[in-house]
C-alpha cells in the first residue's frame, strides 16, 4: 500500500469513527446540556489535549488550520476523535480531570456522569467540540499551537 493509499484508509477510518460519534451524541444528548466555553476553560482543555495526544499531532492539526490546508471543522473532527479514542485508552490518567471538567460544563456532579450509561462521556465530548458557539473558542486556541 502506498503513501496515498494509506492516507486514504485513515481519513476513511476516521469518516468512519466521526459518523459512530454523531451516532453516539443522538442517542445521549438529551442527558445532558453544555455550557459555551469561556476563556477559563483553555487551560483545562489544553491540559486534557497534552494528557491525551501526542504532542506532534495536535501541532500538525493545528498547523494545517493556520496554512489554510484543512477547515477549523475538519482538524476539529479528527483531533476530537483522536482524543476520544485516546481517552477511552488512557481514561485512569486523566478521569478525574475529566470529569471535573465535564461537571463543570454540564452542571451534573462527577459522580453522577461516572454513573450514566457508557457512551455518555465520548458524546459529552463530541458535542463539545462540534457545538458551532464553541467554534471560535477552538479556533483561537488553535493559534497558540
Do not use: C
Request: hydrophobic share 45%; no cysteine; aromatic share 8%.
Amino acid at each position: 500500500m502506498n503513501d496515498m493509499e494509506k492516507t486514504v484508509k485513515t481519513e476513511n477510518e476516521k469518516e468512519g469513527k466521526k459518523e459512530k460519534l454523531d451516532a453516539l451524541y443522538k442517542k445521549y444528548k438529551d442527558r445532558f446540556h453544555l455550557r459555551p466555553l469561556r476563556d477559563d476553560d483553555m487551560y483545562t482543555i489544553i491540559h486534557l489535549v497534552e494528557a491525551l495526544l501526542p504532542e506532534e499531532g495536535v501541532r500538525d492539526a493545528f498547523a494545517a488550520v493556520a496554512l489554510g490546508n484543512l477547515s477549523f471543522a475538519q482538524v476539529g473532527a479528527r483531533v476530537m476523535v483522536d482524543m476520544i479514542l485516546s481517552v477511552m485508552k488512557n481514561a485512569g490518567a486523566v478521569k478525574d480531570d475529566l470529569y471535573a471538567f465535564l461537571s463543570d460544563l454540564s452542571g451534573i456532579t462527577p459522580e453522577k456522569i461516572r454513573e450514566m450509561p457508557f457512551g455518555t462521556t465520548p458524546a459529552m465530548l463530541w458535542a463539545l467540540v462540534n457545538d458551532a458557539k464553541n467554534a471560535d473558542f477552538f479556533e483561537d486556541v488553535s493559534m497558540l499551537f
